[in-house]
């Protein structure tokens, strides 16, 4: 169940990063000078609207546009997606086609800010001659009829900006002509934002009761619309819907269906990571009561085979199970600590492969390591040697049969970190503006997260099973209250410190020093290589052996790695204008 929840988590997580670019939705990162002059005039801008019996809108422009200056390239023309009627439709241009003078030109399509669609046009490495150029612009919307609202009393309405407010130049002359599948009835026509209140000038429309319009006008300033509803006698087309809102769409994209597909991929990849998660799954096997550890297996050792990994605490739990055999002495100083060799190769025997690996930090009899909290040369041993302990008591497991390779073995874990780069990736890449292409390696990340756990990537044998049970039985004696099970210390006090660097390993201490108050009445003893000075006494010296010892050799380490890294440093209410579909606008470039 905690693996379960771990990759909902992960799964809730990755889709919130997938879902960042709707965090920037209408921001403009590249935004300029909206007061900026600009120095092209449209002479004249003639418009065709043909709408359909479908609904459905063929538009030709064409515009004369003079450039008083020689070093522009051409203009651009965008049409935002969000139709203020109704957030749940989107306008996006289709088959945009442009000449320029009669002749085919560059077009280079964009999406900016999450709803603008962009067309430049032109040859960016050409600049064009004085005068007026000639650009007929082509394309097609779908669905441009809508259902009637308040303003018309017809089951159908086309709501339009005929001229859109995003145009920056002057207009000096339009004419603007519409061809609907049934007579306009209740034509209402303004130019300029908002009402005839807000200052719109009402337009003049001819052929109002027919199924051709024209709109003519002149003098148009930067930035003013021409907006046109016309009430249609037919049926409303099926409006083409998205469930999310437009801030979503560079995320989503603007089709269901293309959502659905990376949904169902998702679902597959998701259902791999959760099956690799499963092989990679070992059940807790039942945990006797074990009132002594397994033989020849040390606190390192026993450390490794419940948690499939070992810590900095198993290491003092090694140096301490030493100490407790009389293979080494510990003390301690204000500065650090100082481990002693006591006997030589006499005083390791007998004890386990791991702990004996400890003697490494010694050069043999009498010899002594200081591990300073400043020295860099001790913390240059001593990371060593943890990475040879934490390398040696893997290598024990496996030859001694107790681990074997489960699933992909390492490679489970490679891929998750692949797929979170993979997620991240598409989250600010996302190509054809959908962030979602990275949801199907989302859903493989969260559903094998837990393979990026220690031990992942192998599992206990059946002897290792076998073995696990014994250590965690034995784990259990010493952790749990003596109300649930006791420990019978009569007369075999000496038990108390000869098992302490196990607690230590398996951080329950604290725990085993409580189980022997309640069962002796009396506070636990002191180990004899145990040295303590002023501040310290019996009751929980263990938990601060093991914070001192380890605040040292963090700092041992710390030092060595800042010379390594300073070394390796170097430098919808009523009609009013400007609204309906067809918003956009442009200018040249």
Known sequence: ????????????????????????????????????????????????????????????????????????????????????????????PEDFEATADGVDTDVKHTVEQGRY?????????????????????KYHMDAALTPGGNDVSTDSQFFWSLIPSGWQQDIDKAVLTVHLPAPAEDVQCLVGEGTVDDGADPCDVQGVGT??????????????????????????????????????????GTNVSTFGVFALIALLFGGLGLLLNWLAYEREPRFPLMYAPPEGVGPAQAQF???????????????????????????RSDIGWTISDKAGPQGWAGLDPITTSIAGLLSGPGSHFFAGK??????????????????????????????????????????????????????????????VMGLP?????????????????????????????????????????????RFDFSGRQELYTSYLPYAVAFDCAKEWAEKYRVEVGSEPPTPS?????????????????????????????????ATQSSSSSGGGGGFSGGGGGGGGGGGSW
Request: proline share 4%.
């Open 441 to 485: 390696f989302a859903a493989f990340t969260a559903g094998a997260i837990a393979l990026l756990q220690s031990g992942a990537s192998t599992k206990r044998t059946p002897a290792g099973r076998e073995l696990w049970s014994r250590i965690g039985g034995f784990k259990r004696i010493l952790s749990t209250p003596s109300s649930k099970d």
């Open 529 to 561: 290589y145990w040295y303590y000075g002023a501040g310290y006494n019996t009751v929980g010296f263990a938990d601060s052996m093991v914070a001192d010892f380890d605040s040292t050799l963090s700092s041992a380490i710390s030092s060595y790695e």
């Open 305 to 331: 085979i419940l948690k499939e990994s070992v810590d900095r605490r198993a290491f003092v739990a090694s140096l301490m199970q030493a100490a407790e055999h009389g293979a080494v002495d510990l003390q």
């Open 117 to 137: 669609d962009n067309y430049r046009i032109g040859d960016a490495d050409t600049t064009l001659s004085t005068g007026d150029h000639v650009y007929v612009l």
């Open 211 to 252: 199924q051709d319009l024209t709109i003519k006008a002149q003098g148009l300033s930067p930035h003013t619309p021409i907006t046109l509803i016309a009430g249609q006698d037919v049926a409303p087309p099926e409006e083409a819907t998205l469930p999310w809102a437009p801030r979503f769409d560079d995320v989503l």
């Open 1 to 92: 169940m905690k693996r379960l929840i771990a990759s909902a988590i992960t799964f809730l997580v990755l889709v919130g990063v997938l879902c960042i670019p709707a965090l920037f939705y209408d921001v403009d990162f590249e935004s300029t000078d909206m007061t900026a002059s600009e120095p092209t005039t449209i002479r004249a801008y003639k418009a065709d609207f043909t709408v359909d019996e479908d609904g459905d809108l063929d538009v030709v422009e064409t515009l004369t546009v003079n450039f008083p200056v020689s070093d522009r390239h051409g203009i651009f023309r965008f049409f935002d997606r969000v139709d203020s009627t109704d957030p749940d439709i989107r306008r996006i």
């Open 374 to 435: 400043k020295d860099v040369h001790a913390g240059q041993v001593l990371q060593t040697q943890l990475s040879s302990f934490t390398a040696e008591t893997k290598t024990w497991a496996i030859m001694n049969g107790l681990l074997s390779r489960a699933g992909m073995g390492g490679f489970g874990g490679l891929m998750v970190l692949l797929g979170f780069a993979a997620t991240i990736t598409f989250t600010f890449w996302r190509p054809f503006h959908l962030s």
